[in-house]
């Protein structure tokens, strides 16, 4: 069980490492490359998602995955397209941060009987936009208002309620490609007042903000866009992990 383990590992302080793709955007020559950095280096996750569905590349990315590791394969799905089978598990995310019913509850209605029947680990999520200073994709798409980055007590009570309503890790997410990653004291004050595994996202682009963000207490750093650009930048997040 992928939850189980990461419980465990977090109790010992286990910090994970989890390499985003974006199906839309990776070609066949750069999802070996990185996969094979991945592999050397240990990534604890793959999360697989993105916010449009330009191509059929889905299925494609997670089954190469497979044949190719052992890595486990969650699903960050944008919408309710992006559901597969192949994958290990889903993070089931719930937009606690919004106002939007569709994306707190209705496209999980949909997907219910669908989940229901596969061998997907679910994973319920809180997840949570935070303002990264400029729109980004996931802010327009879900038409909600992120968090405010000076605002911790929105974001440390939103964390809480989540939590209270039964969510199995909270996800902070400045975006894909934020301008600004989520703030390390924000991520203190929620890490300080939740029991739950920790996953902070959006705007990573070197070991060092990756290590800033451990340090101030995620469990999960998630990194996708830079690693796009730069798969050798894996190699670096993840000697930042520590234990
Ligand atoms: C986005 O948190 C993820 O939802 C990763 O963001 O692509 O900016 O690394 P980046």
Redesign the pocket.
Same mark, same amino acid.
């Given at each position: 069980m992928i939850y189980q383990a990461l419980l465990t590992g977090r109790s010992s302080g286990k910090k994970s490492f989890a390499v985003?793709i /974006?199906p839309d955007k990776y070609q066949p020559e750069l999802l070996s490359r990185v996969v094979k950095l991945s592999v050397e280096a240990c990534v604890d996750f793959f +999360?697989i998602?993105g916010s449009l569905l330009i191509n059929d590349n889905h299925d494609r990315v997670i089954s190469h995955i497979r044949e190719h590791c052992r890595i486990p394969v969650l699903l +960050?799905p944008g919408n309710n397209l992006q559901l597969s089978n192949k994958a290990h598990g889903i993070l089931l995310l719930s937009l606690i941060s919004g106002r939007n019913p569709e994306m707190l509850i209705g496209r999980h209605v949909i997907s219910a009987p669908y989940l229901k029947a596969s061998n997907l680990e679910i994973l319920p999520t809180g997840y949570m936009l935070i303002d990264s200073g400029s729109m980004t994709t996931?802010n327009y798409m879900s038409n909600t208002t992120p968090i405010p980055a000076g605002k911790d007590d929105i974001a440390v009570c939103t964390a809480m309620a989540g939590e209270m309503l039964g969510m199995k890790l909270i996800?902070m /997410?400045?975006?894909?490609?934020?301008q600004n990653?989520v703030p390390p004291t924000m991520i203190r004050s929620v890490k300080n007042a939740i029991g739950l595994p920790l996953i902070?996202?959006?705007?990573?682009?070197t070991p060092s903000l990756a290590k800033t963000a451990f340090d101030s207490g995620a469990d999960m750093v998630?990194?996708?866009?830079?690693?796009?650009k730069d798969p050798s930048l894996i190699t670096g997040i993840a000697g930042v992990r520590g234990t």
């Open positions: 985003l /974006d +999360f998602g +960050f996931v996800y /997410d400045a975006g894909s490609g934020a990653a902070i996202g959006g705007g990573i682009t998630v990194v996708g866009n830079a690693i796009e």
